[in-house]
């Protein structure tokens, strides 16, 4: 006999509360086409997040990896392959850069953040914003400290653009396409439990860099000790979650292969900050000689300093 | 056939008309081919289109002619004068100069396509040349401050006009940014607009600097 209460409308719950009390339960989702549902539904998940990574365990559920296999489904010249690696909303772009600003200790970035969600949104634009605020940080700083030097013509140094930029999209993007390849490798000797994608790699290496921006824009201020001081806390801050994101990737190999792969990365990642700290920024307490200029008609004009 | 009893066509009624087209020397093709139309018209009526639209520019409303009827008439005048502008800038060929034409070109075209992958890739319903279309001419006030600044240079380098010239510069960088996100606001989903706006600020940014450093030799 059905009851008055069977009878009632009973709610559905949130899938996160139904999988919370029942961790073992199959669960389906239905991937519909439309992109707007999508966008809700991701709403919809994120306050459960939290509890669902720790409750399912480290390793992917059977949602992600259904949802990872249909995103990735359009062939590759077409328009939409490469809409899904732009599948990101406004908040988890923050969340992204805020998780690797703040890194907490034992958490995986990649793991919290990027979720098999990996994006090139974050990359592209954090290294494009990076190569600008370095020529224009170095531009200024280099301004103010020759400043009131009566030899001094100031110059826009656009050239250094240019090569800011082919360092830093270099750095951002192969050195990740290099140790991608070094992990495949060492995945094929030794069975690693984790294994990074090469996007996922990408979206590490892009959001690591964010730290520098602010850094780069303090780094106008001509000296030399607080810029060696704001160089090595920006070193260390995304260090880390560098180092938390692939020690778990190597830790299983040979004790020295693993030391060494972390040590060559952190190492890659300090010279990138040193020699764009060399190059564009010039030495604060240098002083600059008047120089003789050679006229053109063969005599010799030296410049008078007032 | 009951139902049709009762329809019954009133005998008073004629039905007169005729079947035949006209095909006389109305040459209702005059609306379709302006193969025949002077050449000034075909000029003028361009010009007007891209006049209208730069009207359109300095006063943003939510309009849809800069949309619609899309050219890259306007952004390729505006380009070019902007980078002949801001030639000048380095008499030596040292490295160390203002951006060179070709750099400036680039920077404009190459930044305004990415710009618009961007807003397309991130879920975006607007076409590719309509995008082009709007940040290029969103281009113009940056273009009028580039004026601006040379003839203030002319008058003199010193901190004075430095200052004139920033408080120009910064003003029609607000400028340029808020119409073309005026413009491209609506057909980006909404809970990104912000990642579709940034690129565009650092577009305009990127100029903004360019103009603003332009020093004379």
């Keep these: 006999m059905a009851t008055a209460d069977d009878l009632k409308f009973q709610e559905f719950d949130d899938a996160a509360n139904l999988l919370a009390a029942n961790p073992d339960a199959t669960t389906i989702s239905i991937d519909e086409p439309v992109e707007i549902p999508k966008n809700q539904q991701s709403r919809l998940q994120e306050p459960g997040r939290e509890e669902d990574d720790e409750l399912l365990g480290t390793d992917d559920s059977d949602k992600t990896e259904l949802l990872a296999g249909q995103k990735k489904s359009a062939p590759f010249w077409t328009f939409d392959y490469y809409q899904t690696f732009f599948d990101v909303d406004t908040y988890q772009v923050l969340d992204r850069i805020k998780g690797s600003v703040f890194p907490v200790p034992g958490k995986n970035f990649v793991r919290l953040y990027i979720r098999s969600n990996p994006d090139l949104y974050g990359p592209f634009w954090i290294c494009a914003t990076l190569v600008f605020t370095i020529a224009v940080s170095g531009n200024l700083s280099n301004f103010f400290i020759h400043l009131g030097k009566p030899t001094y013509h100031y110059v826009p140094e656009f050239r250094k653009v240019s090569i800011a930029a082919t360092t830093i999209y270099a750095y951002a993007w192969l050195v990740p396409l290099a140790l991608w390849g070094f992990l495949m490798w060492r995945n094929t000797k030794v069975m690693n439990i984790v294994s990074y994608s090469f996007l996922e790699i990408v979206c590490v290496y892009g959001y690591s860099l964010f730290i520098y921006i602010p850094t780069a824009v303090l780094w106008i201020i001509p000296q030399r000790v607080v810029r060696w001081v704001l160089m090595v806390f920006s070193l260390c801050l995304s260090g880390s979650v560098l180092l938390m994101t692939f020690w778990p990737a190597v830790r299983d190999d040979n004790r020295r292969v693993a030391v060494a792969t972390v040590a060559t990365i952190l190492l890659l990642h300090a010279l990138l900050a040193v020699g764009c700290l060399a190059y564009f920024f010039d030495a604060p307490e240098l002083n600059i000689p008047a120089p003789i200029i050679p006229a053109h008609n063969g005599t010799t004009v030296i410049t008078k300093s007032h | ?217």
């Design chain 2, 1 to 217: 056939f009951p139902g049709l009893a009762d329809v019954s066509i009133p005998q008073d009624i004629p039905v007169e008309g005729e079947i035949t087209v006209p095909v006389g020397s109305h040459s209702p093709d005059e609306d379709y081919s302006t193969l025949d139309e002077p050449v000034k018209d075909t000029i003028m009526r361009d010009l007007k289109a891209v006049g209208k639209k730069f009207v359109h520019v300095m006063y943003p409303r939510k309009s849809s002619a800069l949309l619609r009827d899309w050219d890259l008439w306007g952004p390729l005048v505006l380009c070019v004068s902007l980078a002949l502008m801001l030639q000048g800038g380095s008499a030596d060929s040292k490295d160390d100069g203002g951006p060179q034409f070709a750099e400036v070109f680039v920077i404009i075209w190459f930044g305004a396509v990415v710009i618009t992958l961007n807003s397309k890739l991130l879920g975006g319903t607007i076409s590719f040349f309509q995008s082009l279309c709007v940040l290029g001419y969103c281009v113009m006030p940056l273009t009028v401050a580039m004026l601006v600044c040379r003839l203030v240079l002319l008058a003199g380098a010193g901190t004075v006009s430095f200052i004139v010239r920033l408080i120009v510069v910064g003003a029609m960088f607000a400028w340029s940014t808020l119409a073309s996100t005026a413009f491209l606001a609506d057909s980006q989903p909404p809970n990104r607009k912000a990642l579709v706006v940034y690129p565009i600020f650092l577009f305009y940014f990127v100029i903004s600097w360019m103009i603003l450093t332009f020093t004379p030799q």
